[in-house]
């Protein structure tokens, strides 16, 4: 029971008052029961649930009992004065079941259900909600009800902002304040000048919270909201982040055989080549917000074998909306030449329309470059991170991203993301930064300051700001080790951004890939990442290695429609659920999960992060009764050649590897064993 | 190390039947609720078996209404709340198919408003716990066609609030409980890209105070229904590592009461069904040797919901 002490053990509770107080309840519930049955609406028995209702409020039906009395004593009464009377009584009624329990739903919703009628005062409401929010001024009831009483009266939201004031000056801990403050400022502010001002004026009131409270998170969550409200933009997307081909880029098309496979080579950040099987060449298209379709023409001068309708699939793992978008653009052999592409991409917000264009060129016969074996395994050369390392304290971790960080530089590929900031947003967030720093002198390592700090100088964006946001971060994981996967995800988050920024920070990157391996390929092992972000700037990649880290999903990599091969060894990949978004890369043959955590845990937190029947988007999968419906829903379809997953609590179980076995028909090797 | 009392606690639910004190009447318009809390419990502790489901079988059949919907108890009105109780305790018998699907479909999808919400019963009561119920209830009976899913996700998006969580209502303040319901709702619609992982992660974490237990909205005491209602909803969204585990569940089994069984909401406090429910339920997210795991938004045991979409394991 909420709040009621245990009875200590060896003592027995005095029964025979409980008894009584048993009796009487048990009367007065079967009394209404019996008269809710038989439609009595007598006085008599509207007061024995009257006291049925105030010893406990929670007797739902005693409430609908008495909705149908006011309506039969309505059918007899039409006088609206002593049908005002019958309704203040049911406010009275209501007052009295709140004082026995405040929380009470259904004594709530019945004094909205008699306010609904119109004909009792407004004012009276107020002033009961003035004294509950005084003595009560988190009960969420009671704000519920004032929001109602507001709308009924109708108050504006700039007449309601001064309650909101008033509340947060005569508490600053006062969470429920900050978030109906929140709520009205969304619809007062309307044009940039009045959100100016009206900012201005919030980080002034959020200011003296920080000073007088600085250990309560109320303040510090209203900051965010804040943020987000300095930092919006007006034309809010979705925009182009991403595309393959590039734009720009020159594609080399040569057709063995008359059709199949097809063999590219394109330029890029660095010249690379891929054969594909499908007879078509995969187009990407990467956008900074999900849509539920894409406004996209392809267009190929001069034109190419059949125009057909080119259609876009969304990639996400949930299947629509997504950010990124994928088209076939087919290539026979009949289409030897030389081509222009251009791919028109328009958002429907904005209207703006996004042009990528390449050039492509056709040939055919054989270029004698690539030849594929079965037996390939997937290795790479020179030293990879050691299990040992692995173990190792990831603070350790963070500090060898640093290592090789380089200096980001702007001006990257297709750098559509970059901000364009008024002065006046500007301005703000640098008396804010100022603000915080000051606080930060009297409060020195003090969770709520960092953690702000380090989002406003984010929001910022000036890339001089990133390494301090990084070692923020790295601060806050270790003073506050209960979240310390939260900080250690914003950090590994921002490290992404940080090094694909700009080609130069990625080449960086590549000091131990340069030499003994192919362009198209990207090592970023042992760096303690926790998610593969910033996607849309590394759709060029092929050969992906990301073993030694800490993933726990592979969401994102679903992008990555050249990608041949993956190493995703030694992560944290708690089930077969989280490799979900492999599904959709349809050109991946190698693939190693060896070493992860599949298998190991009870509880699958990736089981609702991508389409089955649990989440209604597939009707009973494929009919899997073996209980292996994850790896069928997961590998089926996918046409691995070879897969590791040795070193899974998985790996050992018979059952495991026959389901993956019977999911992956063109499977060559597993576990370097023939299949 | 406090340890977990497994036969204490399944004796003491099973002694809850029997209760006559003042408790048990306050309870008795809720009992469909409370026997779908104390039968899950029992059946995470492998202990379903010992009840007998033909009876309560019986019993929830004697709480339905023609139109449908299941009252608390026997001459209770229906209501949105007893009617998820009722199929969740049939799923967990396995006996889904003695009731009328259709019959049910066509009183949930009556109590569905223009706007997507749901009312709880034929009063109108508005509320984002009715859209989960709702949508819990029509999943597991395969009756998810009979409303209009896009709408009801629209009004729980509506719900949104600036830290990432939900309301009772367009404009209510987040509460986990709340947040529970909207983004298990969102979960089994396939529309959980609507929910903003990383805001509404970082301010359920933030939920967990120094000393392990879990709160249900800012500079509030800790409770151990949280540890339900705030954990399921971390690990659907896969953020629960980012809160300590093991401080939770050192919370969790100092609110157990040693000598007697059951759970409270805080250590010393009086037990009941609830608290045990949802705290042997959070220890089961904690994945805590010796219990059945539980699917974060079916609230069922995940053997149970399993056998719903997929049928018998062999």
Known sequence: ?675 | MTTFQLEKHVNYIKSLDKKTDFDSVVMEHLRMSGAYWGLTALDLMHSLNDMNGEEIAAWILKCQHDCGGFGGNIGHDPHILYTLSAVQILALFNKLHILDADKIARYISGLQREDGSFAGDEWGEIDTRFTYTAVLCLSLLKRLDSINVEKAADFIVRCRNFDGGFGCTPGAESHAGQIFCCVAALAILGALHHVDRDLLGWWLCERQVKAGGLNGRPEKLPDVCYSWWVLSSLVIIDRAHWINKEKLRDFILNCQDQERGGISDAPDDAVDVFHTFFGVGGLSLLEYPGLKSIDPAYALPVDVVDRVFYGQKN
């Open chain 1, 1 to 675: 029971m909420h709040g009621r002490k245990r009875f200590p053990v060896g003592q027995t509770p005095d029964k025979s008052k409980d008894q009584a107080k048993r009796e009487k309840l048990k009367k007065l519930l079967s009394e209404t029961l019996q008269n809710h049955h038989d439609r009595c609406y007598t006085k008599e028995a509207l007061q024995k649930n009257a006291q049925l209702l105030e010893l406990n409020p929670e007797f739902y039906t005693g409430w609908n009992y008495r909705k149908l009395a006011v309506r039969h004593l309505f059918d007899v009464e039409t006088d609206e004065t002593v049908r005002k009377t019958i309704l203040d009584q049911e406010l009275q009624l209501v007052e009295r079941a709140l004082q026995s329990n405040v929380k009470s739903y259904g004594a709530w919703y019945h004094r909205k259900w008699v306010i609904e009628f119109g004909l009792s005062s407004l004012d009276h409401e107020f002033m009961l909600l003035k004294k509950l929010l005084k003595v009560d001024s988190r009960n969420f009831h009671g704000w519920n009800y004032r929001r109602f009483a507001i709308k009924k009266k109708g108050t504006t939201a700039e007449e309601e902002l001064d309650y909101a004031t008033e509340k947060i000056n005569e508490n600053f801990s006062n969470y429920s304040a900050w978030h109906y403050r929140s709520t009205l400022l969304s619809s007062v502010i309307r044009d940039k000048k009045s959100k100016e001002e009206i900012l201005d004026e919030e980080y002034k009131l959020v200011n003296q919270a920080y000073f007088t409270e600085p250990d309560d998170q109320s303040a510090w969550f209203y900051n965010t909201w804040l943020l987000g409200e300095t930092n919006s933009r007006s034309d809010a997307g979705p925009h182009v982040v991403g595309s393959w081909p590039e734009n720009g880029s020159i594609i080399s098309v040569n057709i063995q055989d008359g059709a199949f496979p097809l063999t590219v080579s394109y330029k890029t950040i660095v010249n690379s080549e891929q054969t594909f099987t499908t007879g078509a060449l995969p187009l990407v298209i990467t956008l900074d917000k999900m849509v539920s379709s894409l406004a996209a023409t392809v267009r190929v001068e001069p034109e190419i074998g059949n125009p057909s309708e080119t259609t876009w699939r969304p990639l996400s793992a949930v299947r629509v909306p997504s950010k990124t978008w994928v088209a076939d653009l087919p290539i026979s052999s009949s289409s030897e030449g030389k081509y222009t592409v251009f791919l028109e991409v328009s958002s429907p917000t904005v209207g703006e329309v996004t042009s990528v264009s390449f050039n492509l060129e056709i040939t055919s016969g054989d270029p004698g470059s690539r030849k594929e074996t079965d037996r390939e395994t997937f290795s790479w050369p020179g030293k990879s991170a050691s299990a040992g390392e692995l173990e190792a304290d990831t603070t350790a971790k963070l500090e060898r991203l640093d290592i090789c960080g380089p200096t980001a530089e702007a001006g990257c590929t297709q750098d559509t993301t970059e901000l364009k900031r008024a002065n006046w947003q500007e301005k703000l967030l640098e008396a804010q930064i100022e603000i915080l720093r000051d606080l930060l002198e009297l409060e020195r390592n003090s969770k709520w300051p960092l953690l702000t700090l380090a989002r406003v100088l984010a929001a910022h964006g000036s890339t001089s700001f990133t390494d301090e946001v990084l070692e923020l971060y790295k601060l806050l994981s270790d003073i506050n080790p209960d979240h310390g996967d939260y900080y250690k995800a914003q950090y590994s988050c921002l490290y992404i951004d940080k090094v694909t920024r700009s080609a130069d920070g990625l080449k960086k990157l590549w000091w131990d890939c340069q030499g003994s391996l192919s362009s198209g390929w990207l090592r970023w092992n042992g760096l303690g990442l926790h998610e593969f972000k910033y996607v849309e700037r590394l759709l060029w990649v092929q050969r992906l290695d990301l073993s030694h880290n800490r993933l726990r999903t592979l969401n994102g990599l679903e992008a990555l429609q050249l990608l041949e091969a993956l190493d995703v060894s030694h992560n944290k990949l708690p089930s077969v659920t989280s490799l979900a978004s492999l599904r959709a890369v349809r050109s991946l043959q190698y693939l190693n999960i060896s070493h992860n955590e599949i298998g190991s845990h009870p509880v699958d937190t990736s089981r609702y992060s991508f389409p089955s029947a649990l989440t209604n988007e597939v009707r009973d999968h494929l009919g899997e009764r073996d209980g292996s419906w994850e790896i069928q829903a997961v590998f089926g379809g996918m046409k691995l050649k070879v897969l590791a997953i040795t070193g899974n609590t998985a790996a050992s179980d018979e059952q495991f590897r026959k389901s993956i076995l019977k999911a992956l028909p063109s499977l060559k090797l597993l576990d370097e064993e023939e299949v």
